[in-house]
């Protein structure tokens, strides 16, 4: 069975760091790309990063350039997702994806992404 498992939310305040995880299982791991997408409260779901399965091929929102790092550790089977730098606007449940067609590039928009995880909780606050 497929499974998608986040990890690493936390209560942090403006400034901080965190390093999310998702970990998989129940299927080829190195053969999918991933994405990190977040929904906060009234808004809609978006894509912040994504990572290919050949070569790591990177993508980043423009909101999170800079201050947010995309890895992957196929030997774990797990993608990490390092912020830093965070602000209040963080603020959202983070969501890890898997997508079989991103294998040189990857996008952050939903459409190739057919397995998700449940989500971790991210508040950015003093």
């Known amino acids: 069975q497929l499974q998608l498992v986040e990890s690493g939310g936390d209560l942090v305040q403006p400034g901080g760091s965190l390093t999310l995880s998702c970990a998989a299982s129940?299927?080829?791991?190195?053969?999918?790309?991933i994405g990190w997408f977040r929904q906060a409260p009234g808004k809609e779901r978006e894509g912040v990063s994504c990572i290919s399965s050949i070569g790591g091929s990177t993508n980043y929102a423009d909101s999170v350039k800079g201050r947010f790092t995309i890895s992957r550790d196929n030997a774990k089977n797990t993608v990490y997702l390092q912020m830093n730098s965070l602000k209040p606007e963080d603020t959202a449940v983070y969501y890890c994806?898997?997508?079989?067609?991103?294998?040189?590039?990857?996008?952050?928009?939903?459409?190739?992404?057919?397995?998700w995880g449940q989500g971790t909780q991210v508040t950015v606050s003093s």
């Open positions: 129940g299927f080829t791991f190195n053969y999918y790309g």
């Open positions: 994806a898997a997508g079989s067609s991103l294998q040189r590039t990857c996008v952050i928009n939903e459409t190739p992404y057919a397995y």
